[in-house]
């Protein structure tokens, strides 16, 4: 029996594929008819089914489509060795996306970004490091910072996070009295609390302590996350807060 060739609609019909990609493969001279009729209609034998079906595999595996013209020259064993270097770059794709799920996973049930591990698979440092690392450019050289750095140095990892949260505890209760004046007896006790932390870290006179609070009401990354804590403007309120505490 001779050999049927298939038209467009026939390719179409068999591997989903439209006619519209088909045409475009043929343009690019990736995947070209076996004959074209007087009338101009493309007609494929099955072998060139075949190699469709190897292109829309490799199209599958992330490869691009010149990519894939490249690796349909090669011989099998030379595809072997270029799929097994894609499955390594798919895997750090997939671990890079499943780290990306949870850390969104982690700021919607309201983790805030600065503790979120997204960066852990590229090489950016964590947002943690980073702060560090900009406090240390803009107050390296200021003898609060020196003090704060020896602290910080002798403390345990378990010391460290017992002092960020009792920080946290603390405007979580500046933002439950948001309902008050900044200037409130109860506000400026917890700006005394608030205080109190800091100096177990720093000598805070006054001058670092309107640096800090124009940083918080200022710097879009402070506000972030003050605000995660409250439906007003925590970071304008710590603000006027402190800077009452400071004039007083």
């Known amino acids: 029996m001779k050999k049927r060739l298939l038209a467009v609609k026939?390719?179409?019909?068999?591997?989903?594929?439209?006619?519209?990609?088909?045409?475009?493969?043929?343009?690019?001279?990736?995947f070209k008819p076996t004959h074209i009729t007087e009338k101009g209609y493309r007609l494929y034998d099955r072998s060139s089914l075949e190699k469709l079906q190897t292109i829309l595999i490799l199209k599958e595996m992330d490869f691009s489509l010149k990519e894939i013209a490249d690796i349909l020259k090669l011989t099998r064993e030379e595809q072997k060795q270029i799929l097994k270097k894609q499955r390594?770059?798919?895997?750090?794709?997939?671990?890079?996306?499943?780290?990306?799920?949870?850390?969104?996973?982690?700021?919607?049930?309201?983790?805030?970004?600065?503790?979120?591990?997204?960066?852990?698979?590229?090489?950016?440092?964590?947002?943690?490091?980073?702060?560090?690392?900009?406090?240390?450019?803009?107050?390296?050289?200021?003898?609060?910072?020196?003090?704060?750095?020896?602290?910080?140095?002798?403390?345990?990892?378990?010391?460290?996070?017992?002092?960020?949260?009792?920080f946290e505890e603390i405007f979580k209760q500046i933002a439950s009295c948001t309902d008050q004046v900044p200037s409130s007896d109860e506000v400026q006790r917890l700006i005394e609390e608030w205080k109190k932390n800091l100096r177990q870290?720093?000598?805070?006179?006054?001058?670092?302590?309107?640096?800090?609070?124009?940083?918080?009401?200022?710097?879009?990354?402070?506000?972030?996350?003050?605000?995660?804590?409250?439906?007003?403007?925590?970071?304008?309120?710590?603000?006027?807060?402190?800077?009452y505490n400071i004039n007083r």
């Open 88 to 166: 390594q770059a798919l895997l750090l794709r997939k671990q890079r996306l499943e780290n990306i799920m949870t850390a969104l996973d982690e700021y919607v049930s309201g983790n805030d970004f600065s503790n979120l591990h997204i960066f852990n698979l590229t090489s950016a440092l964590p947002l943690k490091e980073q702060y560090a690392n900009e406090a240390r450019f803009i107050y390296g050289e200021t003898e609060a910072y020196k003090v704060y750095n020896e602290t910080m140095d002798n403390l345990s990892v378990d010391e460290k996070e017992k002092r960020f949260s009792d």
């Open 10 to 30: 026939d390719i179409v019909q068999i591997t989903g594929v439209t006619a519209r990609s088909l045409h475009y493969y043929d343009r690019i001279h990736l």
């Open 201 to 243: 870290f720093m000598t805070c006179d006054a001058e670092l302590l309107a640096c800090i609070a124009n940083t918080y009401k200022f710097d879009a990354r402070f506000k972030n996350y003050f605000n995660q804590y409250s439906n007003e403007d925590l970071a304008d309120f710590l603000y006027n807060a402190i800077m």
